[in-house]
């Protein structure tokens, strides 16, 4: 993009970073091995959803709203968030996204605040009990 989200946003508006975010989804999520951490507001377009959950194993890393705006309070970067409330704001996008978060998912991991060791211990551990991808279907 050549900026920050936040630039962007500002320059050409939420729905142009939502078609350049979905084209890179549909490009990213046709294979190869990565981890893709998507934005939270992905989830928001059905071929979002539908790419990631057929052609990925997509792990929704789940945290009360009260806990993100604990993390980003003071985070000045994420133009959503840049209103009188932010803790309304992130109680608002939960209630929108989180069913859209779950549609998607093959798994929910709760965050709490366990160390980034034990996240990734715990997100490892669930990805050796999801059942493998279906013969033709692109690699994970």
Do not use: W
Not at 14 to 33: K, N, Q
Not at 106 to 132: D, F, K, N, Y
Request: aromatic share 4%.
């Amino acid at each position: 993009m050549g900026c920050s989200i936040r630039e962007f946003f500002e320059r050409e508006g939420e729905p142009a970073f939502r078609d350049l975010e979905e084209s890179v989804i549909d490009e990213l999520s046709l294979g190869g091995d990565c981890v893709l951490s998507t934005g939270g507001g992905a989830v928001l377009r059905p071929s979002n959803r539908r790419h990631l959950h057929e052609r990925t194993t997509t792990v929704y890393l789940h945290s009360a709203p009260e806990e993100v705006f604990r993390r980003l309070r003071h985070d000045l970067n994420r133009p959503l968030l840049q209103v009188a409330d932010p803790l309304l704001r992130l109680k608002e996008l939960y209630v929108l996204r989180d069913p859209l978060y779950r549609e998607t998912a093959h798994l929910v991991i709760e965050t709490g605040r366990p160390s980034v060791a034990s996240l990734v211990t715990s997100i490892m551990q669930s990805l050796q009990l999801v059942p493998a991808a279906p013969p033709g279907a692109p690699p994970a």
